[in-house]
């Protein structure tokens, strides 16, 4: 029903920062909840932030708080992560990810980008 693709990943060295975009395709983009979700070499895929379908509201994972922002742009169908003072913990495959639910479980969203590679070097 929402056909997703992130881009904007790459690699980059500690401290430095990436802006993640993700372009939706689909007949109630301003209806979903969004979310952002990483995965690194041979760990479970974790969630990192969410957004509602206004974007009033924001959820983060600790572990980004500060550094991280999550933004959606209804008008242009996508969703944001802009990150900051980037750490090598955070490289990872990022993933978008579209709901009906405001929550940070993944089996929850029900429609899945392709994946963005964030490297940051130390």
């Known amino acids: 029903q929402v056909q997703l693709i992130e881009s904007g990943g790459g690699l980059v060295q500690a401290g430095g920062s990436l802006r993640l975009s993700c372009a939706a395709s689909g007949r109630t983009f301003s209806s979903v909840t969004m979310a952002w979700f990483r995965q690194a070499p041979g760990k479970e895929r974790e969630f990192v932030a969410s957004i509602s379908r206004s974007g009033g509201s924001t959820f983060y994972v600790n572990s980004v708080k500060g550094r991280f922002t999550i933004s959606r742009d209804n008008a242009k169908n996508t969703v944001y992560l802009q990150m900051n003072s980037l750490k090598p913990e955070d490289t990872a495959v990022y993933y978008c990810?579209?709901?009906?639910?405001?929550?940070?479980?993944?089996?929850?969203?029900?429609?899945w980008g392709q994946g963005t590679q964030v490297a940051v070097s130390s």
């Open positions: 990810a579209a709901g009906s639910t405001y929550t940070t479980r993944p089996q929850d969203f029900d429609s």
